[in-house]
T-cell receptor, first 113, second 112 residues
Framework: SAVISQKPSRDICQRGTSLTIQCQVD?????MFWYRQQPGQSLTLIAT?????????ESGFVIDKFPISRPNLTFSTLTVSNMSPEDSSIYLC??????????FGQGTRLTVV | QKEVEQNSGPLSVPEGAIASLNCTYS??????FFWYRQYSGKSPELIMS????GDKEDGRFTAQLNKASQYVSLLIRDSQPSDSATYLC????????????FGKGTLLTVNP
């Protein structure tokens, strides 16, 4: 199956700053997704990123806080803006393959201090 | 709000036993169902997908789907200590073929 390289794998950031997470897929995928996994919780979808159009955000997530880019079919970025300690979480990107079988990047463990 | 519910666990089984993981979902329009395994500190990895009613077997894993009951399960036969992980149930939802809603996961421990 396809492989996603996600970076950084972890970071510790100061509150009020922003962090951009990158995902590179080794093949073309139509749709990519960004998830958040808070400590002890399951995955929550942040947004769906399609190439050539604006990302579609889920309820509770807004573009100003989580801007997303999708410049081509193998790459996407998620920025966590104006961070606060509540943004401390694992962020995961995924792509779909075949019949909606999603595969994930390695995750970014973010700690905001 | 579309929901996916899993038995809360943690679930502990002896090595060699059958582990049974259960999941119910609220969206009758869900079409695709997945089980992911997540080791501590790692990202989820797909272990089973199922799309039609009945059983699907892959090695030691069997997924069962009952759309009428809105129920999907995962059986792990001959459980091994390496199966110890959190198992996440995920279903497509919201009328989409791609958007996944995840359950909170069941922590499985296989004791040697």
């Amino acid at each position: 199956s396809a492989v996603i390289s996600q970076k950084p794998s972890r970071d510790i950031c100061q509150r009020g700053t922003s962090l951009t997470i990158q995902c590179q897929v080794d093949s073309q995928v139509t749709m990519m997704f960004w998830y958040r996994q808070q400590p002890g919780q399951s995955l929550t979808l942040i947004a769906t990123a399609n190439q050539g159009s604006e990302a579609t955000y889920e309820s509770g997530f807004v573009i100003d806080k989580f801007p997303i880019s999708r410049p081509n079919l193998t790459f996407s970025t998620l920025t966590v803006s104006n961070m606060s300690p509540e943004d401390s979480s694992i962020y995961l990107c995924s792509g779909e393959e075949g019949h909606t079988e999603a595969f994930f990047g390695q995750g970014t463990r973010l700690t905001v201090v | 709000q579309k929901e996916v519910e899993q038995n809360s666990g943690p679930l502990s089984v002896p090595e060699g036993a059958i582990a049974s993981l259960n999941c119910t979902y609220s969206d009758r329009g869900s079409q695709s169902f997945f089980w992911y395994r997540q080791y501590s500190g790692k990202s989820p990895e797909l272990i089973m997908s199922i799309y039609s009613n009945g059983d699907k077997e892959d090695g030691r894993f069997t997924a069962q789907l009952n759309k009428a009951s809105q129920y999907v399960s995962l059986l792990i036969r001959d459980s091994q200590p390496s199966d110890s992980a959190t198992y996440l149930c995920a279903v497509t939802s919201g009328g989409s073929n791609y958007k996944l809603t995840f359950g909170k996961g069941t922590l499985l421990t296989v004791n040697p």
